[in-house]
């Protein structure tokens, strides 16, 4: 038997948790702008944010801890998850205070009614990553993949019954989040059996001060990290212009166009999980040779994504309720870029060996917020879009920087690929005079020029 080929179980698991997620998301997308209004997008997509950013921050990232330790073997499971349970608790309990002050900020008066929503959410997105990271980090994989595969169904599902049949809006999207997050919770707690792991006499002081140690100088780079994506959202929905109507419901129309990129990030786990490209990038092997094809994959799937971006977008973006969507595809041919980007960073942040990642973080995040405010009132949200990107390729040219010596980039070649790319992004969005071919002949050039990568990773 093909050695690949007893991994296939696993990997079909994991696809269907991983790529799953990510196709279910798009297909929800549909259902969100159908039955919720952008003004509602909005909202939505702040409540995320909102979670994304204050559960790093208030559970310490605590669950980073689980992993590690769990490795280090210095301490016992039950040590580790009773410490990393009552950390996360503990320091979860000031959101109750906090939560419902944030409706005054001035950029976040949209979410004003959803604090009890967005205080359950954050308990239960943090309850379950944390039995979801222990679970994985005993080596119950196939129990951790079929969670996330459980998890989607049911999210999916309770979409459907909330907003679909009951028309709950963004109410019936927070309660759909809680629910599945409480059904994955109880399912691992059961059966990876962790209740037997914890006990409140196993809690240990120096366990817990040096997990802190560990996780709260990540918090800072996580925290810039989720800001600098949906800033580019955040901004559209506050700033005004003379040019360009702005506001709640262009900021939704943002959140709907962001959505399509995706379907890059899932061309992306597809090839990172084939069983020859895994082996050869965790063993550092023809890393130079696997970037190449990587880099090839993405740019020629953007390119064929860009050539049908209307139809596709029309399938993931439903403005037969609110016509107001029907202009979001315009805005997603430079998020594809930007998404672009974002994975062959998200590729070499495995190979960047630098332990503080945060002044690079940040500086892309200041020059981030600069971008989106000089270009948002001049150009609209095509504006933030064009922040977006630049600020992906930011962050991958000071990786590209930091590892010039260790690895071997062949920068004409990306170099070539990005020029052509944002060709066929101009094309859609200005559509000029037989526009149609232009796009088909630029394809044609990006997919000549990275064939012999492709050819080359997949004959192996």
């Known amino acids: 038997m093909n050695k690949y080929n007893r991994h296939a179980p696993d990997t079909l698991i994991f696809a269907t948790g991983g790529i799953g997620a ?23 997509s702040l409540l995320e944010m909102l979670a994304l950013i204050l559960i790093p921050v208030f559970s310490f990232s605590i669950t980073e801890a689980v992993v590690k330790y769990c490795y280090y073997g210095r301490y016992s499971r039950k040590q580790i998850f009773t410490t990393a349970f009552t950390l996360n608790i503990a320091g979860l309990m000031p959101i109750i205070i906090i939560v419902p002050f944030i409706k005054y900020i001035p950029f976040f008066r949209a979410v004003n009614g959803f604090s009890v929503y967005l205080m359950i959410y954050i308990f239960t997105s943090s309850l379950r990553a944390l039995c979801s990271h222990f679970t994985k980090a005993r080596g119950m994989k196939r129990l ?9 169904i049911a999210f999916l599902l309770f979409n459907i019954i909330f907003i679909s049949f009951l028309r709950m809006g963004v109410r019936g999207f927070m309660l759909s989040a809680i629910l599945s997050d409480i059904c994955s919770a109880g399912f691992l707690f059961l059966g990876a059996e962790l209740k037997k792991f914890y006990n409140g006499n196993y809690f240990t002081r120096r366990l817990g001060k040096s997990m802190l140690r560990f996780t709260i100088p990540l918090v800072p780079t996580t925290v810039l990290y989720i800001f600098t994506e949906f800033s580019g959202m955040i901004f559209t929905g506050n700033m005004k212009s003379d040019i360009f109507s702005l506001g709640a419901d262009a900021a939704g129309i943002y959140a709907a166009a962001s959505q399509i990129p995706n379907l890059i990030s899932i061309l992306s786990v597809i090839f990172l999980r084939i069983p020859s490209v895994r082996k050869n990038t965790s063993a550092g092997r023809n890393i130079s040779g696997i970037f190449s094809a990587y880099e090839g994959i993405l740019f020629t ?7 049908f971006i209307k139809p596709i977008s029309s399938l993931f973006i439903n403005y037969s309720v609110f016509p107001e969507y029907s202009t979001a595809y315009l805005y997603t041919p430079l998020l594809i870029a930007a998404a672009v980007f974002a994975c062959l960073d998200f590729f070499i942040a495995g190979i960047y060996a630098k332990k503080n990642d945060l002044p690079s973080v940040l500086t892309v995040c200041i020059i ?8 948002i009132p001049s150009m609209g949200i095509q504006g933030a879009a064009l922040s977006a990107f630049l600020s992906c390729l930011l962050r991958f040219l000071i990786r590209i920087i930091a590892l010039r010596r260790k690895m ?9 690929n990005t020029v052509l790319l944002l060709l066929m992004c101009a094309d859609v969005i200005l559509k000029p005079v037989g526009y149609i071919a232009f796009e088909v002949i630029l394809f044609i050039i990006i997919f000549i020029g990275n064939s012999r990568p492709l050819i080359k990773i997949f004959r192996k």
């Open 22 to 44: 990510e196709i279910i998301s798009l297909l929800l997308n549909n259902l969100y702008t159908k039955y919720i209004s952008p003004t509602g997008l909005f909202t939505k």
């Open 144 to 152: 951790f993949y079929l969670d996330g595969v459980l998890t989607v």
């Open 301 to 307: 799937g953007s390119a064929v994504l860009l050539i």
């Open 368 to 375: 981030n917020i600069i971008l989106n405010v000089r270009l």
């Open 408 to 416: 071997p980039f062949k920068l004409p070649g990306i170099i070539l």
